[in-house]
C-alpha cells in the first residue's frame, strides 16, 4: 500500500525559530515530491522535486529530496506567525497520476 | 485568474438527504480531482478526471457515492443517501497535464460539509 508519513504531527515554536518538517515515503512508481501549505482553507502549493539533492528555495523556505532514503524535508527559517499552518507533503505517482498525502504537521509559532 | 471554485462553502443537511458538491477548475487544466479532508484520515483522493472521463474511482467509499464531469468546466460530487460519518471537508482541484508529474495541483477553498 502507497504510504506518505509526516513528522512530527504538531509542532509549537517561537517566532524567530527555524523548523524542520519530514516526509518520508514508500510508493510504487514515484514521480516527484510535493509541498503544500494549508491555512483555513485550501491548500496552496510550496514546492515540487523531482530530483535528489537539488535544494529548492523560496524566501525563508527550502526543501530538499532524498530519493536512496526517500524522504524529503522542508526548512522554515526566521519563522513568523503568519508560517502557521498545515504543511501536507504528497507523493506523485507515475502512471497511477494522483497524489498520496502524508497527514500532515500542525506548526504553530508564538509570538 | 481565477481559481478552482467550489460551491456551496458549507452544507448542514440532515442525515438520508441528497448532497451535490459544485466544482469549476481552472479554465484549461485537463485533470479533475475530487478529496475528503477528515481529522482522522487525512486528504484522501476520491475520484479524479482526465478530459471529463473518470479514471480512477478506487477512493469513493461505497455506492452512495457518485462524481460526473459533463464538460471541461464543471463537476459534481453526489451524496445520496448522506450519512453523519460523511461529514467532511470536500476538495475539488485540478492541474494541467497531470500524467507528466511536474504540474502541481491546484485546491478549491472546500466545501465542508456537515450531516445531522
Known amino acids: 500500500e502507497d504510504k506518505v508519513v509526516q513528522s512530527p504531527l504538531s509542532l509549537v515554536v517561537h517566532e524567530g525559530d527555524t523548523v524542520t518538517l519530514n516526509c518520508s515515503y514508500e510508493?510504487?512508481?514515484?514521480?516527484?515530491l510535493l509541498w503544500y501549505k494549508q491555512e483555513k482553507k485550501a491548500p496552496t502549493f510550496l514546492f515540487m522535486l523531482?530530483?535528489?539533492?537539488i535544494e529548492k528555495k523560496s524566501g525563508r523556505l527550502s526543501s530538499i529530496l532524498d530519493k536512496k532514503e526517500l524522504f524529503s524535508i522542508l526548512n522554515i527559517t526566521a519563522t513568523q506567525t503568519g508560517d502557521s499552518a498545515i504543511y501536507l507533503c504528497?507523493?506523485?505517482?507515475?502512471?497511477?497520476?494522483?497524489?498520496?498525502f502524508g497527514q500532515g504537521t500542525r506548526l504553530t509559532i508564538n509570538p | 485568474d481565477a481559481g478552482v471554485i467550489q460551491s456551496p462553502r458549507h452544507e448542514v443537511t440532515e442525515m438520508g438527504q441528497e448532497v451535490t458538491l459544485r466544482c469549476k477548475p481552472i479554465?484549461?487544466?485537463?485533470?479533475l480531482f475530487w478529496y475528503r479532508q477528515t481529522m482522522m484520515r487525512g486528504l484522501e483522493l476520491l475520484i479524479y478526471?482526465?478530459?471529463?472521463?473518470?479514471?480512477?474511482d478506487s477512493g469513493m467509499p461505497e455506492d452512495r457515492f457518485s462524481a460526473k464531469m459533463p464538460n471541461a468546466s464543471f463537476s459534481t460530487l453526489k451524496i445520496q443517501p448522506s450519512e453523519p460519518r460523511d461529514s467532511a471537508v470536500y476538495f475539488c482541484?485540478?492541474?494541467?497535464?497531470?500524467?507528466?508529474?511536474?504540474?502541481?495541483?491546484?485546491f478549491g477553498d472546500g466545501t465542508r460539509l456537515s450531516i445531522l
Open positions: 504528497a507523493a506523485y505517482l507515475q502512471g497511477a497520476q494522483k497524489l498520496v
Open positions: 523531482t530530483s535528489s539533492g
Open positions: 478526471f482526465n478530459n471529463n472521463v473518470p479514471i480512477d
Open positions: 510508493v510504487t512508481n514515484f514521480r516527484s
Open positions: 479554465s484549461g487544466h485537463d485533470y
Open positions: 482541484a485540478s492541474s494541467l497535464g497531470g500524467g507528466l508529474g511536474n504540474q502541481p495541483q491546484h
